[in-house]
Each structure stands twice: as C-alpha cells, then as structure tokens.
C-alpha cells in the first residue's frame, strides 16, 4: 500500500544523501532554510542555483533596514 518516494544512502555516520522528486518553490525553499544550514541541495545544479537567488532576493528586500 505505501509507494516509495525517494531513495536514500548513508555517506558516513553524519551524512546521509536522499534523491527525491519534488517542485522548487517558495514552500520547499522555506523547508530548506528552516533546516538551518543541515540540508543542502547538491544536485542539479540549476535547483541549488535557483534557492540561492531566491534568498539573495529576501536579503535585498531587507537591505537597509
């Protein structure tokens, strides 16, 4: 009955890599910085390129103040 949405691998004790399907965008990227820094998108490059303009357009907004 349950359907298997990513795949996962154990790096070393501290690190583990999961492969998951999903849509960038304002609700993942908001997941994303909750995670403080303890997850990071490493591939495809273009999705780690995306949340980085992302943030650096939230600092913008808050430049200044």
Excluded: C, H, Q
Excluded at 51 to 64: I, N, P
């Amino acid at each position: 009955p349950y359907t298997t949405l990513f795949r996962s691998k154990e790096k070393d004790s501290n690190e583990l890599t999961v492969i998951v399907p999903l849509t960038a965008g304002p609700y993942f990227y908001g997941w994303l910085t909750a995670m403080n820094g303890d997850v990071r998108i490493s591939k495809p490059k273009k999705a780690a390129a995306a949340y980085r303009d992302y943030l650096k357009s939230l600092a913008r907004e808050y430049k200044g103040i």
